[in-house]
């Protein structure tokens, strides 16, 4: 059963920084584009960035040169620095993979930032 669990989120003030983390199992993690998508209150879950196969990544412009994205593909994980951090970078980040015409998703965890 693949399983994605999400951590590293919580309350920071603008300008500071938090590192989530997205530990895979029951899957072929090197196998999965790994993602990370973020939805606010009343707003569409929007794609944050992801990392290929090969290590390949893309971001969304609202988070270029603040956001990095990383995997591990021995401890099956990914992670997402997030530096420099914006109120409207508040919202519930959930890890996804992808290999081909199958997704799965985590539960989700929860980046406040306040002004």
């Known amino acids: 059963q693949v399983q994605l669990k999400e951590s590293g989120g919580g309350l920071v003030q603008a300008g500071g920084s938090l590192r989530l983390y997205c530990a895979a199992s029951?899957?072929?993690?090197?196998?999965?584009?790994m993602g990370w998508y973020r939805q606010a209150p009343g707003k569409q879950r929007e794609l944050v960035a992801s990392?290929?196969?090969?290590?390949?990544?893309n971001y969304a412009d609202s988070v270029k040169g603040r956001f990095t994205i990383s995997r591990d593909n021995v401890k099956s994980t990914v992670s997402l620095l997030m530096n420099s951090l914006k109120p409207e970078d508040t919202a519930v980040y959930y890890c996804?993979?992808?290999?081909?015409?199958?997704?799965?998703w985590g539960q989700g965890t929860q980046v406040t930032v306040s002004s």
């Open positions: 990392i290929s196969r090969t290590g390949a990544s």
């Open positions: 996804k993979a992808d290999l081909f015409l199958t997704d799965y």
């Open positions: 029951g899957m072929t993690f090197s196998m999965y584009t």
